[in-house]
Nanobody
Framework: QVQLVESGGGLVQPGGSLRLACATS????????RGWYRQAPGKERELVAV???????VYGASVKGRFTISRDHAKNTVYLQMNNLEPEDTAIYYC?????????WGEGTLVTVSS
C-alpha cells in the first residue's frame, strides 16, 4: 500500500512564496517519476512539474522560472518551491508518483493566492 501525503498549502499574498512537500509511505522507495499537478475551480487538472529518478525536470509553461521541484530520496519526499505566486496559481495541488506504469495520487493541498 502506497500513500502520498501533501503538506504546506495555505493562503499567501500575491508575490509571496510557499513550499509544498509530499511525503510517501509504503513499500516503494524509489519511484520512476514524481510530480505535482494542480486543479483550479472549473478547470481540468494540469501539469505543474515532474522530476525523474535521475533528476531531470519538466515544468508547465505557466510556472517555469517561478517554481522548482526537488526530491529527497532518503526521505522519499518531493518538494515544490513556489515563488512569486499569482492569483492564477490558486488551486488544489496534487502530488503523484509513477512506478512500473502505476500512478499514485495524494489527496491534495489547497493553495490560495489572494490579497
Amino acid at each position: 500500500q502506497v500513500q502520498l501525503v501533501e503538506s504546506g498549502g495555505g493562503l499567501v499574498q500575491p508575490g509571496g512564496s510557499l513550499r509544498l512537500a509530499c511525503a510517501t509511505s509504503g513499500s516503494i522507495f524509489r519511484f520512476d517519476v514524481r510530480g505535482w499537478y494542480r486543479q483550479a475551480p472549473g478547470k481540468e487538472r494540469e501539469l505543474v512539474a515532474v522530476i525523474t529518478s535521475g533528476g531531470s525536470t519538466v515544468y508547465g509553461a505557466s510556472v517555469k522560472g517561478r517554481f522548482t521541484i526537488s526530491r529527497d530520496h532518503a526521505k522519499n519526499t518531493v518538494y515544490l518551491q513556489m515563488n512569486n505566486l499569482e492569483p492564477e496559481d490558486t488551486a488544489i495541488y496534487y502530488c503523484n508518483a509513477l512506478y512500473n506504469s502505476v500512478t499514485y495520487w495524494g489527496e491534495g493541498t489547497l493553495v490560495t493566492v489572494s490579497s
